[in-house]
């Protein structure tokens, strides 16, 4: 199976154009998938029938794996069986009538307006550091960006005067978002007097976002940054990097903007993804209502 492995995983990267993320996930999906009906089955790939994959699935469950663990696995190995199928590896797709858990869809964990205003405040000191730290809180809340898509910026994809940013979403997809004021005057200042203390006579890079190397800044280097910038900020929540990009829907949405206009700005493929975030709002309105409504 290894082999046919290999195989998918060129399809999804050339073909399917899937992010580096969603590339890892399949893979180690489809590798423990790949091991079980070696070690267990003790079955190659042209055998593997419906029973194989319910009882790989059942194996999964009494590991302790939820329904959300469970249902992405479903989806790797049924892509993995459709994509064996079309190019004619197996005579049939044994995934056919395999059902996909519901489980329980957890909502966002996002911040309040008053906790992002906190956040935003931070940090205090604006050198180079700070300057960067304030443009990237900035920009994520402004336009709800993945912080993959943030951490890939380069300097040209950024229209201070234009007032936009460009980025490269999932599946190579383009998207323009606006930015506001209080971003392109983050963006400006780090422009100005942060990024260039940045830059290493080593290193060339277009990269927007540098660390101290003058490399471009990974993910975990932004993760970091964030835990840090929470704790001076006192907010009591667990703050994740997608915790922005929750607030910016969330907190649109809450003062009236189209589901519409926020799903494009998301870069969501599907507007069922982006109506989670009206679950979000009635959540909060209720919790409102509780706390001031003397009748309540």
Not at 62 to 69: H, I, R, V
Not at 144 to 173: A, P, Y
Request: hydrophobic share 40%; net charge positive; glycine share 6%.
């Amino acid at each position: 199976m290894e082999e046919q492995l290999k195989d998918f995983m060129h399809f999804l990267l050339v073909e399917k154009g899937l992010a580096k993320n969603t590339l890892v996930s399949y893979e180690r999906d489809l590798k423990s998938y790949n091991k079980y009906m070696k070690d267990v089955e003790m079955i190659g790939l042209a055998d593997i029938q419906r029973a194989h994959i319910v009882r790989f699935l059942g194996y999964l469950k009494d590991g302790g794996k939820s329904s959300k663990t469970i249902a992405r696995h479903i989806a790797s190995i049924r892509a993995f069986h459709q994509f064996l199928f079309r190019d004619k590896v197996v005579e049939e797709d044994p995934t056919v009538h395999i059902e996909t858990p519901q489980g329980e869809r957890s909502l966002p964990k996002v911040l309040s307006m008053k906790e992002v205003e906190a956040l935003l405040e931070f940090p205090k000191k604006l050198d180079h550091f700070g300057n960067r730290d304030k443009a990237m809180l900035e920009l994520l809340y402004a336009t709800g960006i993945r912080v993959s898509e943030l951490i890939q910026l380069n300097t040209d994809d950024v229209h201070l005067m234009m007032g936009f940013v460009r980025c490269i979403g999932k599946g190579n997809k383009e998207r323009i978002i606006p930015i506001g004021g209080a971003a392109t005057r983050a963006l400006t200042k780090y422009l100005e007097e942060g990024r260039p203390a940045f830059i290493s006579k080593k290193e060339n890079t277009d990269a927007l976002f540098l660390n101290h190397h003058g490399r471009r800044l990974s993910r975990q280097g932004f993760w970091k940054i964030l835990k840090r910038l929470g704790k001076e900020a006192e907010i009591n929540k667990e703050i994740t990097p997608h915790t922005l990009r929750h607030s910016f829907a969330t907190h649109l949405l809450e003062n009236g903007a189209d589901l519409r206009a926020v799903q494009e700005m998301l870069g969501h493929a599907d507007i069922s993804t982006t109506q989670i975030y009206t679950h979000v709002t009635k959540t909060r309105l209720k919790d409102v209502y509780s706390q001031y409504h003397p009748r309540a």
